[in-house]
């Protein structure tokens, strides 16, 4: 069982940076792929940014170029460097952890984005 909890959302305006960190109980942090998704009212819960647990990024075409995933094993951490925040950023974020059937996921971060 991983036990994920995420922090860091907040109001932001336009233009402005964020940065999620997701802490997760496991000490076996380091075998999991991990990622960030976002849902919104009424729409699914989307991909924003994964990590292999070899260090692979994979990015949604709309976060390229602005978002930035990395991973701390020594402290079982994810963290989301968000830049350029657009007001389709908005959302609830939540962190992720998975390898082969097992799925894992955090209670969520509001992150909204707005003048």
């Known amino acids: 069982q991983v036990q994920l909890v995420e922090s860091g959302g907040d109001l932001v305006q336009p233009g402005g940076s964020l940065r999620l960190s997701c802490a997760a109980s496991?000490?076996?942090?380091?075998?999991?792929?991990i990622g960030w998704y976002r849902q919104t009212p009424g729409k699914q819960r989307d991909m924003v940014a994964t990590i292999t647990n070899s260090g692979t990024p994979t990015y949604a075409d709309s976060v390229k170029g602005r978002f930035s995933i990395s991973r701390d094993n020594a402290k079982s951490t994810v963290y989301l460097q968000m830049n350029s925040l657009k007001p389709e950023d908005t959302g609830v974020y939540y962190c992720?952890?998975?390898?082969?059937?097992?799925?894992?996921w955090g209670q969520g971060t509001q992150v909204t984005v707005s003048s």
């Open positions: 496991s000490g076996v942090f380091i075998v999991y792929h």
């Open positions: 992720w952890a998975g390898l082969f059937s097992q799925n894992y």
